[in-house]
């Protein structure tokens, strides 16, 4: 105590500054670890919001009838969600139809042929790409896709329609599809390349029978966030698509999607706690089911590829 | 073994192809090159022409009346878009006041404090998983929490609950580009710090987050010109189609650009469509440069480290 006393304003101010370093410390670990678990009560806010709606939605109408009729006609009541399904899975297999093939072959592009120089002008470009917002790609597929389609191959296309929104979605889509891919692509081992050309392999070779296969779980994991971009999208098929549901069309006919159903109803007057109103609810949480499956596959993908190499 | 016997019929594929001429293979070879150089032009291509048909529909409306002026039924040829470019600016400050610290927040506490313990493994899928949740899911999540349940402190489809629904959306994007800019950091740096006595918190004021901000930058911006051009989320949670005051205050209703965009694509009339086009390339000027500075900025910071 006795030393203490004698240099007491040292210790002191010293103690004092720790003691408000040591609260700092913990005030700040406290708020990041808040900042972090705020995701968390994210995802609980969407199931709980999610469920709660579509549970009061299902006191009305049996699940049986959501998944298995093929009637959806909001105003008399028939809810089948099928029809809005086929419509959100028919644009998405012509976004991948395209997206897939393109995206890939420009992956490989970019890791295994393009020259520097080049590479660092075209990744930004696709990334510009995967900026452009929704509804301008909605606003080409309408105003330019379609009529292009009228006056050459379709002469019978509807004004809205499945094939130009889904060909644009996958031009919104080839940016997801090839940086995934890339990486993948790119996290082959040098050695496997330099092996296949000691064996007098010739480039295109080594490209599709040797890199391609060994990042192939890589290249599942980006078409799979593909896809269900693809299902997510919500104003290329609101303004390309249609809003009429139509279950088994062609794709040169307009057919509602998931997504587009739900922008349809909360852009008109519908009364909170009508069953329209809870509908969209109900709907939303198909679409978020079928998301989630393809995330955490596409993760699991992901995760395969790192740990191999 | 039986493999001879299928030889003949697999030239092209499989072991047996170094049975083809070398002259088959180099064409082949030279044929795929033009196919990946070609399809990874597509997408530029596909940009050019994009912007090149939005510029030609919009090039009879755009004009400076057009940023000043609100949007018009009477006389649609002299409406204009200035509501909607006033409520997305106040989206975007406010989008990125809520976003950044708590994204910033995340990323720290989950690359310098967390240690692998099964929450912080399921923090980590969480993210992931959230960040390929549809926008528009986020809407209905707006919806239930900001507009009804929270009404009272966001005054229900105010521009503040339109911000805190699409701080949510970009908060993945924002987490995972400041991790891999942490990451990038060398634990000298922390050791450096630590050995001068600093606490862990000094150590990531003064020496980590200034390290790290030009790589989370570049995320922040690429995540909020997202926000800004997002439609479908502030559609579900309440975005004015046409209202006849400029958003002032943040428990004011808003119009934004994407949203305007999407209502004049929806009415027949020409007129309007061309307002349409216009609006689209005033949006795809801003969101062109603010994306070019971003990509500018990665690259400029990579070439240094």
């Known amino acids: 105590m006795a030393i203490r006393e004698g240099t007491r304003s040292g210790a002191e101010a010293w103690e004092r500054n720790s003691r408000g370093r040591e609260a700092r410390e913990r005030v700040m670990k406290f708020l990041l670890t808040a900042c972090a678990y705020l995701s968390i009560f994210t995802t609980f806010g969407i199931v709980i919001v999610l469920f709660e709606e579509t549970s009061r939605f299902f006191l009305e109408v049996s699940p049986v009838e959501f998944l298995t009729s093929t009637q959806w006609a909001p105003p008399q009541g028939e809810f089948g969600v099928l029809p809005l399904v086929y419509g959100t899975l028919m644009a998405t297999v012509i976004a991948i139809g395209v997206a897939l093939p393109v995206g890939l072959l420009t992956a490989i592009y970019l890791s295994e042929y393009a020259p520097r120089g080049l590479r660092r002008w075209l990744k930004p470009a696709l990334e510009i790409l995967a900026g452009v917002p929704t509804v301008v790609y909605g606003y080409f597929a309408l105003t330019f896709i379609t009529p292009l389609f009228r006056e050459s191959v379709f002469p019978g296309i509807e004004s809205f329609n499945a094939i130009s929104a889904g060909l644009i979605m996958g031009m919104m889509i080839i940016p997801t599809v090839a940086s995934v891919s890339e990486d993948a692509i790119y996290a082959v081992p040098l050695s496997l390349r330099e092996g296949a050309y000691a064996l007098g392999a010739t480039r295109r070779e080594t490209a599709t029978k040797i890199v391609v296969p060994a990042a192939l779980s890589g290249i599942v994991a980006a078409v799979i966030l593909g896809i269900s971009r693809a299902i997510g999208e919500t104003m290329i098929v609101t303004i390309a698509m249609g809003a009429q549901a139509n279950w088994l069309g062609s794709p040169l006919d307009g057919m509602q999607a998931m997504t587009a159903y739900i922008v349809q109803v909360v852009g008109?007057?519908?009364?909170?706690?009508?069953?329209?109103y809870e509908?969209?609810?109900a709907v939303g949480s198909a679409l978020f089911l079928m998301t989630l499956v393809l995330n955490l596959a596409s993760y699991w993908f992901v995760r395969r590829y790192r740990e191999t190499y | 073994m039986t493999r001879g016997g299928k030889k003949a019929g697999r030239q092209e594929s499989g072991g047996p192809e170094f049975k083809a001429s070398m002259s088959t293979r180099y064409g082949l070879d030279k044929a795929f090159t033009a196919l990946v150089t070609g399809a990874a032009l597509v997408g530029v291509v596909v940009l050019a022409l994009l912007l090149a048909d939005v510029v030609r529909d919009g090039s009879t409306m755009l004009s400076p009346e057009f940023l000043t002026s609100f949007p018009s039924q009477v006389f649609p040829e002299?409406?204009?878009?200035?509501?909607?470019?006033?409520g997305s600016l106040w989206l975007l400050g406010l989008t990125g006041l809520i976003s950044v610290p708590l994204g910033l927040g995340?990323?720290?506490?989950?690359?310098?404090?967390?240690?692998?313990?099964?929450?912080n493994r399921i923090i980590e899928i969480n993210i992931s998983n959230l960040a390929g949740v549809p926008s528009v899911i986020y809407g209905l999540l707006g919806l239930g929490i900001f507009v009804q349940l929270l009404a009272p402190v966001t005054g229900g489809g105010s521009v503040l609950t339109g911000a805190l629904t699409l701080s949510l959306l970009i908060l993945p994007v924002i987490i995972v580009a400041t991790r891999e800019a942490l990451r990038a950091i060398p634990g000298s740096i922390r050791e450096g710090g630590y050995a001068l006595g600093a606490t862990q918190w000094e150590v990531i004021w003064s020496h980590l987050l200034p390290r790290a901000l030009p790589g989370a930058l570049t995320g922040i911006i690429l995540a909020l010109s997202r926000a800004v051009g997002e439609a479908a989320p502030i559609l579900v949670v309440g975005v004015s189609l046409y209202q006849t005051y400029v958003t002032a205050g943040p428990f004011d209703g808003y119009m934004a650009l994407p949203t305007q965009i999407y209502d004049w694509i929806s009415r027949p009339q020409q007129v309007f469509q061309d307002s349409a086009a216009a609006g689209i390339v005033v949006a795809m000027v801003v969101l062109l440069l603010a994306n070019s500075f971003a990509i500018w900025l990665r690259n400029r910071y990579q070439q240094r480290s």
Do not use: C, H, Q
């Open chain 1, 279 to 281: 509908s969209i609810f």
């Open chain 2, 78 to 86: 002299k409406g204009g878009i200035y509501p909607a470019l006033i």
């Open chain 2, 106 to 119: 995340a990323a720290v506490y989950l690359e310098e404090y967390a240690e692998d313990t099964r929450i």
């Open chain 1, 268 to 276: 008109g007057e519908t009364p909170r706690g009508s069953i329209t």
